[in-house]
């Protein structure tokens, strides 16, 4: 099936640095990745969808200047958390399809601590 | 915006039992996806339902898809300690072509 990697796994970060957060789709082109948050216990929330070669689409409420995303590559996407604080401390995770209308597979996850 | 209601949020049962969960959204859906996620993992896609009425199967477990394609549910026949984890269902929507618009999930505990 169908392979999408994160990195860092975990990452801790000291308040008011910056975090980047990899997210590769092994064994296919996405020219469309997703990122999600997820708080302890919790559903999904999408954050925003990468599109590769232009900007992100970013939902409601998530700030772009704070959630940096590039997705350089049809197999990878970045995120950037900028300025972090310990409110961002959370589980990230990344998902990817092999085209539009097609089942997502998503990445294993990045928990950042913020200190 | 589009709102994919799960119900309920914990469920515990024996294990030999069998479990529910209940998808709801409050517009009609193109499509309805499921989610499995164990502890302290992520998401792993189960199914995608697309027609009215749709009815899969994968060995113990059930999936539906309401006639209104407003509804689904997942149903396990005779849980089973690996069965254990959080069953999410996904419908389209969000800012994104096809970022999805996850329900709060359902958390399956199974007692031996």
């Known amino acids: 099936g169908a392979v999408v990697s994160q990195h860092p796994s975990r990452v801790i970060c000291k308040s008011g640095t910056s975090v980047k957060i990899e997210c590769r789709s092994l064994d296919f082109q996405a020219t469309t990745m997703f990122w999600y948050r997820q708080f302890p216990k919790q559903s999904l929330m999408l954050m925003a969808t990468?599109?590769?070669?232009?900007?992100?689409?970013?939902e409601q409420g998530v700030e772009k200047d704070k959630f940096l995303i590039n997705h350089a590559s049809l197999t990878l996407s970045t995120l950037t958390v900028t300025s972090a604080h310990p409110e961002d401390s959370s589980f990230y995770i990344c998902s990817a399809a092999p085209g539009q209308g097609l089942v997502q597979y998503f990445g294993p996850g990045t928990r950042l601590t913020v200190t | 915006g589009q709102q994919v209601m799960q119900i309920p949020q914990y469920q515990h049962v024996q294990e030999g039992e069998d479990f529910t969960t209940y998808c709801n959204s409050s517009t009609t859906l193109s499509n309805i996806q499921w989610y499995k996620q164990r502890p302290g993992g992520h998401p792993v896609f189960l199914i995608q339902l697309v027609k009215s009425g749709e009815v899969k199967k994968q060995k113990r477990l059930t999936f539906q898809f309401g006639e209104a394609k407003k509804n689904s549910s997942l149903h396990i026949t005779a849980t089973q300690t690996t069965d254990v984890g959080t069953y999410f269902c996904?419908?389209?929507?969000?800012?994104?072509?096809?970022?999805?618009?996850f329900g709060k999930g359902t958390h399956l505990i199974i007692q031996p």
């Open positions: 990468s599109n590769e070669g232009s900007k992100a689409t970013y």
């Open positions: 996904a419908g389209p929507g969000g800012g994104g072509a096809d970022g999805l618009t």
